[in-house]
């Protein structure tokens, strides 16, 4: 059985009487019983002709009765189409009985019928269901009471219908014609609804609506809304119709020029910008490969119509091929004592990156051919000169400088372009680089490389890796250009100011290269140097003859300024600058000198508090030194104990790892108790609190280890620890004392706070080369191997101090 019967075919509908109808005179109100057919998502109007296709079998046994009776058939509509077998509850109410034509059988097993609609009628009660439906019907009759108002109801709906019909291209220009000659008021509003879109429950409501006054004002609403529609659709389709009209007129004018213009032997201005592309093809030097391309696409330019929306994608992209520097480059300076020069004036100290650019240099005087431009990673903290040192590079070998900033780019397509199916696709930001820059071989600096991330739309680190392998770089595909650009002329340079966010594929391709941030006196000679001269030129000051003090500028960096950098260094030197210019533009006299009593008017009290240092020794307070963002730092760690249950308390935001080190030094102390006269039994009874002040700023790492163990043993043995000595290192449960990072930043800021005796792990002799020799000569560095080594020279009792008189101990190394 079809699931799809008692539809409604559109095409059949019409508006002609049968010659012939059997059954009751349509004036005969009798109730009487006939067979019916529920209805699927259609309502059937009196003289209303059309088409049923039947598929269930009760409706096709409705039929044959009927046919055979002589009947006519009653068509209700169900309530809910989805129900198979509706029973009374499930019909509307009000059907039209109607008459049969002749009916056909179709292809696919359901039967076409032919009906008119006759009258409405309302169910009274339902007969029989099987084998088909049968009810007991009663029909409605139509009454008129004022002709006049049922006469001015009609002229109102027929005023519109007629609107209706001249906007809506789908209607027959004759049934307004047809609906103008019909006289009945039910009839013609019946006729009307069947023309208009309306949904199922709607035209149930109509149907049920038997008084013609009622359904005219009803149908006259129902035409208003649809003429409104109408009215802006027909609004629409004019606009269209006049920009269509517009462009078809367009075409024919250029056309029409085009041909005027060859009959004089001049070329419309869409030829003149083809040979201009002709031209410059012929004059710029570029691979075979990306030339073809180029040539391609100017042909297809060429067969297009002058307005087809493909000729500026088209013409978009061949800029691109000619615009970018396929073979032209920038003169290279390979004197090396020219460029050390240039590096020495613009940056202090970074002895190590000014070295690998010179050695650069050096190979590229003697092998040209076959060297590889190095591709460097600049890491360190802010405000240490990475990226000024690239564009320093770039003046120095007389390159030209581009830069990009990765920070924040998550889109794969930033780094490789759009494919040119998308609107409005672009290169990626390497390509649009180097068109701005010109030249084949610019020093490119990828800024901020560890700020890379990653989403949905894919992983422009993995990008990367074409870019930054001088391997591959030769033939960078660009999802834009579709042919292989050089790079490997490019001498790129990235920053990051840490390693650990670079993926370990990407990290493998670059040479990494460490800046460290600044001690005090090398900051001092940077703002001497660098910085005042330049915010004295920029402030209008440089012939007014002020000087910065030396322990002013120290002030500044200890009190002011809390970096590893001298970014936040030149912005409170600028600070100062534009005070005194504001007094020197108002007439008021200025300072030849800048002393440190001055520094609270100009940059008001300090802002940055110093290092907790112990003032004297004390028992359980240790001192570490710790790495930070900003270069190092001097962190005291403190240690109580008191009666408890031998629970272990650690405060201070520390770090998981940080957490482990204190756990592996009270292990350590107690496995180590009888050597320390300590009773084994006492840490059952007492509970030992570790803190680390300054608790906002969270602490991490194992580097804390021999600090935390010489604080536990301190208080767990009654020793004073000296307040002149800070150490780092990693602790074993054994006791030995492992190498850590950071060495260079820790001892300088222990320099920094004038303590000179430091510890570390002897593994970390080799980077004290690092330190600078000024610094190293005030240092007495200590080198340890275990525990033992630690204890005896930070621990005060009359036991260490009479060795250290015998054996010398704590001389500088």
């Known amino acids: 059985m079809s699931h799809f019967d008692d539809e409604f075919s559109p095409f059949s509908e019409g508006f002609i009487e049968f010659d012939e109808i059997d059954g009751l005179p349509d004036d005969d109100l009798t109730p009487f019983a006939a067979p019916v057919i529920p209805l699927r998502d259609m309502v059937i109007f009196p003289h209303m002709i059309t088409s049923l296709f039947i598929g269930r079998v009760r409706s096709l046994r409705a039929i044959e009765e009927a046919y055979e009776a002589g009947e006519t058939i009653i068509c209700v509509t169900q309530k809910d189409p989805d129900i198979e077998r509706p029973v009374f509850e499930d019909l509307y109410p009000v059907g039209v009985e109607v008459s049969l034509g002749r009916t056909l059988r179709m292809p696919d097993g359901t039967t076409s019928a032919l009906i008119q609609g006759r009258r409405r009628v309302r169910l009274i009660e339902m007969i029989k269901d099987d084998p088909y439906y049968r009810a007991r019907v009663e029909p409605l009759a139509a009454t008129v009471d004022n002709p006049s108002a049922v006469k001015a109801h009609m002229r109102t709906v027929l005023t519109r219908y007629k609107q209706c019909v001249e906007l809506n291209r789908s209607l027959p220009e004759d049934a307004y014609v047809f609906a103008m000659n019909i006289e009945e008021p039910d009839w013609l509003a019946d006729l009307i609804l069947t023309t208009l879109d309306l949904t199922t429950e709607e035209r149930q409501m109509m149907l049920e609506m038997h008084d013609p006054v009622e359904r005219l004002k009803q149908v006259s609403i129902l035409l208003s809304k649809e003429l409104q529609v109408l009215e802006i659709e027909d609004d629409i389709n004019m606009q269209i119709q006049e920009e269509v009209e517009k462009t078809q007129r367009e075409m024919v004018l250029r056309e029409q020029m085009r041909v005027i213009q060859s009959e004089l032997g001049e070329m419309d201005i869409f030829q003149q910008e083809i040979a201009e592309l002709h031209e410059r093809l012929e004059a710029k030097e570029m691979p075979q490969a990306a030339k073809e391309k180029a040539l391609k696409e100017i042909s297809r330019l060429n067969s297009m119509p002058s307005m087809s929306p493909e000729v500026g994608i088209i013409r978009n992209y061949v800029d691109w091929l000619l615009d970018l520097p396929w073979v032209n480059g920038s003169q290279?300076?390979?004197?090396?004592?020219?460029?050390?020069?240039?590096?020495?004036?613009?940056?202090?100290?970074?002895?190590?990156?000014?070295?690998?650019?010179?050695?650069?240099?050096?190979?590229?005087?003697?092998?040209?051919?076959?060297?590889?431009?190095?591709?460097?990673?600049?890491?360190?903290?802010?405000?240490?000169?990475?990226?000024?040192?690239?564009?320093?590079?770039?003046?120095?070998l007389g390159r030209e400088f581009a830069r990009i900033s990765l920070g924040g780019v998550r889109d794969e397509a930033e780094i490789r372009g759009h494919r040119r199916t998308y609107i409005g696709a672009m290169p990626g930001r390497i390509i649009q680089t180097m068109r701005r820059a010109g030249t084949i071989n610019p020093?490119?600096?990828?800024?901020?490389?560890?700020?890379?991330?990653?989403?949905?739309?894919?992983?422009?680190?993995?990008?990367?890796?074409?870019?930054?392998?001088?391997?591959?770089?030769?033939?960078?595909?660009?999802?834009?250009?579709?042919?292989?650009?050089?790079?490997?002329?490019?001498?790129?340079?990235?920053?990051?100011?840490?390693?650990?966010?670079?993926?370990?594929?990407?990290?493998?391709?670059?040479?990494?290269?460490?800046?460290?941030?600044?001690?005090?006196?090398?900051?001092?000679?940077?703002?001497?140097?660098?910085?005042?001269?330049?915010?004295?030129?920029?402030?209008?000051?440089?012939?007014?003859?002020?000087?910065?003090?030396?322990?002013?500028?120290?002030?500044?960096?200890?009190e002011y300024t809390y970096e590893a950098g001298v970014r936040n260094f030149e912005r409170e030197i600028a600070n100062i600058c534009r005070k005194i210019a504001r007094r020197l533009a108002e007439g008021k006299s200025i300072p030849k000198r800048i002393t440190q009593k001055a520094l609270v008017k100009y940059l008001g009290p300090p802002r940055i508090p110093g290092p907790i240092l112990n003032e004297k020794d004390e028992i359980g307070i240790a001192q570490g030194i710790a790495w930070t963002e900003a270069g190092g730092d001097v962190l005291p760690v403190e240690v109580t104990i008191m009666p408890g249950k031998g629970t272990l308390t650690m405060t201070g935001q520390l770090g998981d790892v940080m957490q482990e080190s204190a756990q592996a030094a009270l292990s350590y102390t107690r496995s180590r108790a009888e050597d320390f006269d300590i009773d084994p039994d006492s840490f059952e009874n007492i509970d030992v609190h570790i803190h680390l002040p300054e608790g906002a700023i969270p602490k991490d790492g194992p580097s804390a280890g021999v600090t935390l163990a010489t604080a536990l043993i301190s208080a767990f043995t009654d020793q004073p620890i000296r307040n002149d000595i800070v150490m780092t290192g990693e602790i074993t449960l054994r006791g030995r004392v492992l190498p850590v990072g950071g060495i260079r930043e820790k001892v300088l800021a222990a320099h920094r706070v004038n303590i000179f005796n430091v510890i570390i792990p002897a593994e970390n002799d080799k980077d004290l080369d690092e330190i600078p020799r000024r610094a190293r000569k005030d240092l007495n560095i200590i080198l340890v191997n275990r525990m033992d080594e630690v204890l005896d020279a930070a621990l005060r009792n009359s036991k260490n101090e009479a060795e250290k008189e015998e054996t010398g101990a704590d001389e500088p190394i």
């Open 443 to 558: 020093v490119f600096m990828l800024d901020e490389i560890d700020k890379l991330g990653m989403d949905f739309r894919g992983d422009p680190s993995a990008a990367l890796l074409e870019v930054l392998d001088p391997e591959q770089n030769n033939t960078f595909s660009d999802h834009f250009l579709e042919v292989d650009y050089d790079l490997s002329k490019v001498m790129f340079v990235t920053t990051a100011n840490m390693v650990d966010p670079i993926p370990p594929a990407l990290r493998d391709r670059l040479e990494i290269i460490e800046f460290p941030g600044y001690i005090e006196e090398e900051k001092i000679e940077i703002a001497q140097s660098f910085l005042i001269p330049r915010q004295f030129e920029a402030h209008g000051l440089t012939e007014n003859g002020i000087t910065f003090e030396s322990s002013t500028l120290k002030t500044i960096i200890r």
């Open 332 to 396: 290279e300076s390979l004197d090396i004592l020219h460029v050390a020069n240039i590096l020495d004036e613009d940056h202090y100290g970074l002895t190590k990156a000014k070295d690998r650019v010179l050695e650069h240099i050096a190979v590229l005087k003697l092998a040209a051919d076959k060297m590889k431009s190095p591709i460097l990673c600049f890491v360190g903290p802010p405000g240490t000169g990475k990226t000024s040192l690239g564009r320093s590079i770039a003046r120095a």
